[in-house]
Each structure stands twice: as C-alpha cells, then as structure tokens.
C-alpha cells in the first residue's frame, strides 16, 4: 500500500509539473498584437499548428544557407503587373524560434519600399490610409496587421499611383489570400484574432 501512495504521488506531481511548464511557456499578454513592439516569437503549439494543419497550404522554399523555411500561399496572384497586388511569405527561423512577414508587392509598384492604400469602410464612412516608408520587419508587420483589420471590417482599398486611385484587394481570390496569408502568420506568432 505504501508503494501505491507513492506512485500516486509521483504522477500527482508530475502532472503538476506538466501543467506548469504549459502554461508558463508563453508571456502573459501573449495572445494580443502589440503594433508599438509587435512579437515575432514563435512557439511549440503554434508551429506544430502551423506545420500539422496549415502548411499544405503552402508552398515551401527551404533556404539550408541561412536555415529559414519560405512559406507562400499556394492561391496567391503571381501573374498579374496591370494592378496592384501584394502578396505575403511567411518566413519561419526555426533555429531562433521566430517568425517573419515578407511583403511582395508586384511590378505596379514602382518603389516596393515606399506604398500608400487608400481605404473606406461604407459602413461607417470612415476613411484614412495606411503608409509603408521604408522600414524593418516591425514596420511591415505593422504595414500588414493594418491592411488584414481594415479587410476583417469590409473595406474598400486603392492605390495612389501617379495622382490615380487603382482598386487593391478587390478580387475575392486576392483578398482572401492576404487575409489567410495574415491570419495564419498571426496565429504562428500566438495572436489570437
């Protein structure tokens, strides 16, 4: 009997152990985009998440030189110059457990640096736009996390161009592919949406 008490124990605090070590994986504000200081932290569920259910979405570059892994949504538009598209890479650093968003804008644009979208929600009939200037990889996640909220909330988006507005993200494949493309990297990095 003295055996059995102690095996019990034994798993007792075992799992006890188990249940720390889970939850204290992650930070607590993990689960919120930060846009002042956005995380690009990856973690053991979420890549697992990532790689069991959502990478055969994917095509997948392996870059064994730099040990990064290029993730590109299979349905996005690679074909199209007469009109603006961007597509997104999700790029997985597995060796620093990390995640990074790689913007591609299309020929149309004539400084991929430099993008100005225009947006209004006829719902509400607000407007503003949203600006990339040349940045780092917090700059187009933010650039990026701007876009994927304005589509959530049906907006309406366009590009300035040479004194002209072109509509951007108005094809259902198009829009869907950067919203998915978001989506997925956010949930890889532990935003919940």
């Known amino acids: 009997m003295h055996f059995n008490k102690i095996v019990d124990n034994s798993i007792y605090f075992t799992f006890i152990l ?16 930060n846009e002042e200081n956005p995380s690009v932290k990856t973690y053991d569920d979420t890549e697992l998440f990532f790689k069991n259910v959502r990478q055969i979405y994917y095509n997948i570059e392996n870059q064994p030189n730099t040990k990064l892994k290029l993730y590109k949504l299979k349905r996005q538009n690679t074909k199209t110059q007469d009109r603006p598209i961007i597509n997104l890479t999700l ?12 913007l591609e804008p299309n020929a149309f644009f004539e400084d991929p640096r430099e993008i100005n979208i225009l947006w209004k929600n006829n719902k509400n009939k607000q407007k503003g736009a949203i600006n990339l200037q040349k940045g780092n990889k917090e700059t187009l996640l ?11 909330s049906e907006t309406e988006f366009w590009v300035e161009k040479e004194g002209k507005e072109y509509p951007f993200l108005e094809e259902k494949q198009e829009r869907e592919a950067f919203r998915v493309s978001m989506a997925d990297y956010l949930r890889l990095v532990g935003v919940n949406q």
Request: charged share 20%.
């Open 18 to 33: 188990f249940l720390g070590l889970i939850t204290g994986c992650k930070p607590a504000d993990s689960g919120k985009f």
């Open 91 to 102: 790029i997985h650093n597995w060796r620093f457990d990390e995640a990074y968003l790689l």
């Open 142 to 152: 933010r650039f990026a996390y701007q876009i994927y909220q304005k589509i959530n």
